[in-house]
């Protein structure tokens, strides 16, 4: 069973990065040590994480960000930086490695797998939806990139986890590129959703169908 906890960002009650980090320590204890899995959800403010192999961004690139309203902070995960914000599901998966990929050092395959069991909820909106694999690791549609991925594996959990773009809005990802792939775009699952009453039902649902996925696949 998968335990799921929902957050959402608003300014009467904010929630942000630092606040699903701190969640996050909080269930990995809770889970320890246990073979119990969890996946915690949030929608968060305009926010850039930067992968774990990001020691440093250059001088310009440091200048251009600090122009943009939105919050620069170091994230756990690999891959290169990446966009959150309203409209988007920040998914953390915390699972026993040796239990999801059956092996005690199967990153690449526990990657794979939950790309896998996001696959079929993308599909539900965008049947053309397919994973790519290398430098475009993530989930994408013919118009760019849906899903991007990017875990850490600590003391046999994994951690971190995924970003699922849902609605589309003036100020999401604001010009940068998804995970720093050059002159890609991003896509969302409710970009022909003409009902903003629709869309926000829609990705309510979201967390539900991902959990549903994860307990049948994973």
Known sequence: MWSVYIN???P??????????????????????????AIL???????????ARQIHLGDSRTAYLKTLPIEVVAGERGGNETWHGPGQWV??????????????????????KMLRLLEPVVKLYLPDARIEDDSRLGIWS?????????????????????ALNCVPSDEAFLGIDPCGIASARPDFLFRDMISAEMRDQEFLNIPALIRESFEKNG
């Open 91 to 112: 998914g953390f998966v915390l699972t026993p490695l040796f239990e999801f990929s059956g092996h005690e050092r199967g990153v690449r395959v526990a990657v794979m």
């Open 12 to 37: 009467e009650h904010p929630f942000r990065f630092s606040d699903l980090l701190k969640l996050q320590e909080e269930v990995l204890l809770s889970l320890r040590p246990g073979r119990e899995s």
């Open 8 to 10: 959402r960002h608003s």
């Open 41 to 51: 959800f949030a929608e968060l403010p305009p926010t850039l994480t930067l992968g």
């Open 142 to 162: 013919s118009r760019g990139k849906v899903a991007s991925i990017g875990i850490k594996i600590r003391d046999g959990y994994t951690s971190s986890g995924f």
